[in-house]
C-alpha cells in the first residue's frame, strides 16, 4: 500500500478495473489527503473517523461532512428525528427523484457511456465456446445514487406479523394496509399484514383530491372487505387494532344538501331500512324500548358510518362501542371487559350515538317515511246550524220540562193513595184528640201498630227454620271436607 522513502511516505495504490474519467479527479484528492497524513508505525493499525469525537464512522457523520447543506442536509434531519428507518426514507426519496434530480442531457450522456452487462456478454457466447479471461471495461458494481437514473416506482411495501404497535409505526408514515390474513399464524398468532405507500409517479392519472393517489380505489375495497369480515374472521381482534386498521373518519362537518349526492352520504334508505324500522329506531331513542329491540340494525348503520356514507360526528370512544357491537357483533359484557367501562356508561354511549345517526336519518328521509306509513282518516270540522245559545236554552227548556212532569207525577192522587191509611181511621181521630187538635210542629203524628202477634211468631218461625238449614248446610260442608281429607 505504502513505502518510505527518505523518510517520505509513498502510496502506492493498485485497482482492478482503469479509473473512468470523472473518477481521476477524485482519486488525485484521495492522494492529497493520504499525503497529508503522518503515519506512526509503533500502533497498531485501526480505523478513525476524524470527525467524530469517538472516532467511530456513521452515516449522519458522513453526511454531514459529504453534504455540509442544501436539500441533502435537511433531508438528513428527516431521517434522524422522524422515526423512520434511513433505507426506507433513502429509498422513497430516491425513487421519487428529490435526491438526484437528473436532467435529459444526464441521461443522454449516461447512456452514451455505458458498458456492455455481463448478462448481455454471456448471451451472446455460450459456455461451450467462451474462454475464460479477465475482462476489461466491465461496469461497476456500486454506483453512486448521484450518477444514475432510479427507476420509476409506483409503490414500495412492507409485510410484517399484525400487532397495534408495529402497525401504528408503519401508518405514522403514510402506509396503508392492502392485505390481512384471515389465518392467524400458529406459531405467534398474529396475522399475516401487508401494507404499501404509493410513491409520487406520472405514469399514473390520478382523479379526484385523494392523498393516497392511484391506491385510494384499493384502499376503500379493503376497508370493506375488513369491515365485512370483522364479524367472522376478525371478530376476536382487539377493537384499538380494528379502529387503526380502519381509520375511521370520525369528525365530519355539517353536510350541505346540495353536496350529500357528491360526497357519497347516504340519502336514502329504501335498500336499508323500512318506515317501520325508523319507528323502532325513534321508540328506543325516546327511551320508551330497551336496545335489544334494534340489535338487528345495528349492523347496518355501523356499516354504513365506517364507510363513510353518514356524516355525524361522535367520539372515538362512542365509535369504539359501535365497532364492537355492530360489526363485531359483541355483547355488552365483552365490551365490559375490553374497555373497562361500566354497563351504564356503555350503554350510554350507545344511545348517544344512535341519537345522532337517527338524527341524521330523519332529515333526510322524514317525509318519505311520513308518506309511507298508514294515517287516521282526517275530521272535517263543519259548523252547526245551531248557536250555542239556542243550544243551551234548548236543553234547558228540555230539563225544566222533565222537572215539571216529575212534580206533577208525585202529586198525582193515583200516586198518593198507596200511602193512605185504610181501615184505621178510628186510631187516626183518636192520635188527633190526643195532641190537642193540633197538629205538631214537625207535622208528624204517630200512630199505634195493630199487627197481630201471630204475624210476629209466623215471622220468627220462618227465621228459625231458616238458620236450621243453613246450620244443615253447614255441617254437611264439614263432613265432605273431612270425607276428602
Not at 14 to 33: G, I, K, M
Not at 51 to 74: C, D, E, H, M
Not at 106 to 135: F, I, W, Y
Request: positive net charge; glycine residues 4%; contains cysteine.
Amino acid at each position: 500500500m505504502y513505502s518510505r522513502r527518505a523518510g517520505v511516505v509513498v502510496w502506492n495504490l493498485s485497482f482492478s478495473q482503469p479509473l473512468n474519467d470523472w473518477e481521476v479527479r477524485d482519486f488525485a484528492s484521495l492522494l492529497s489527503l493520504l499525503e497529508s497524513v503522518s503515519m506512526v508505525e509503533s500502533v497498531r493499525d485501526r480505523w478513525v473517523w476524524a470527525t467524530n469525537s469517538s472516532g467511530r464512522f456513521s452515516v449522519k457523520a458522513y453526511l454531514q461532512v459529504a453534504n455540509p447543506g442544501g436539500i441533502l442536509a435537511f433531508l438528513s434531519q428527516l431521517v434522524w428525528f422522524n422515526g423512520l428507518p434511513s433505507k426506507v426514507s433513502a429509498f422513497l426519496w430516491y425513487y421519487e427523484g428529490q435526491l438526484t434530480p437528473i436532467t435529459e442531457i444526464d441521461v443522454e450522456k449516461v447512456v452514451e457511456k455505458l458498458n456492455v452487462r455481463v448478462t448481455e456478454a454471456a448471451e451472446k457466447v455460450s459456455l461451450l465456446e467462451e474462454n475464460v479471461k479477465p475482462r476489461t471495461n466491465l461496469p461497476h458494481l456500486l454506483v453512486h445514487l448521484r450518477e444514475r437514473q432510479p427507476e420509476k416506482l409506483h409503490y414500495i411495501g412492507v409485510s410484517f406479523g399484525l400487532t397495534l404497535d408495529l402497525f401504528r409505526f408503519w401508518r405514522k408514515h403514510k402506509f396503508a394496509p392492502f392485505y390481512i390474513g384471515q389465518i392467524p399464524s400458529t406459531v405467534t398468532g398474529e396475522h399475516t399484514c401487508m401494507i404499501l405507500k404509493p410513491l409520487n409517479n406520472d405514469d399514473i392519472e390520478v382523479r379526484g383530491l385523494d392523498h393516497w393517489g392511484f391506491y385510494g380505489p384499493f384502499y376503500q375495497d379493503f376497508r370493506r372487505r375488513f369491515i365485512r369480515l370483522l364479524g367472522s374472521s376478525f371478530r376476536a381482534m382487539e377493537y384499538k387494532l380494528a379502529m387503526s386498521v380502519l381509520d375511521p373518519k370520525i369528525n365530519f362537518m355539517e353536510p350541505e344538501p346540495a353536496l350529500s349526492t357528491s360526497n357519497g352520504f347516504l340519502i336514502s334508505l329504501d335498500d336499508f331500512f323500512s318506515p317501520h324500522d325508523m319507528k323502532r329506531l325513534e321508540a328506543y331513542t325516546d327511551n320508551l324500548v330497551d336496545f335489544h329491540m334494534i340489535l338487528d340494525l345495528v349492523p347496518i348503520l355501523a356499516q354504513q358510518y365506517f364507510q363513510e356514507k353518514l356524516p355525524v360526528s361522535i367520539s372515538y370512544t362512542q365509535a369504539s362501542v359501535l365497532l364492537c357491537m355492530g360489526l363485531q357483533s359483541q355483547n355488552v359484557t365483552y365490551i365490559e371487559g375490553e374497555m373497562k367501562l361500566e354497563r351504564q356508561q356503555i350503554l350510554s354511549l350507545f344511545i348517544k350515538v344512535m341519537k345522532k345517526l337517527y338524527k341524521y336519518l330523519y332529515s333526510i328521509t322524514s317525509k318519505e317515511i311520513d308518506s309511507m306509513l298508514p294515517r287516521l282518516q282526517e275530521v272535517v270540522m263543519v259548523p252547526h246550524n245551531v248557536s250555542v245559545d239556542d243550544d243551551l236554552q234548548d236543553a234547558a227548556n228540555q230539563v225544566k220540562d222533565k222537572m215539571n212532569a216529575e212534580t206533577q207525577a208525585l202529586l198525582n192522587p193515583e200516586f198518593l193513595q198507596q200511602y193512605a191509611i185504610t181501615d184505621r181511621e178510628a186510631d187516626f181521630e183518636n192520635a188527633l184528640k190526643n195532641g190537642g187538635v193540633k197538629i205538631p210542629a214537625s207535622g208528624l203524628i204517630s200512630v199505634k201498630s195493630s199487627r197481630k202477634k201471630m204475624d210476629k211468631r209466623g215471622k220468627g218461625k220462618e227465621s228459625h227454620m231458616s238458620n236450621k238449614r243453613r246450620s244443615k248446610d253447614d255441617s254437611g260442608y264439614r263432613l265432605n271436607k273431612k270425607k276428602k281429607y
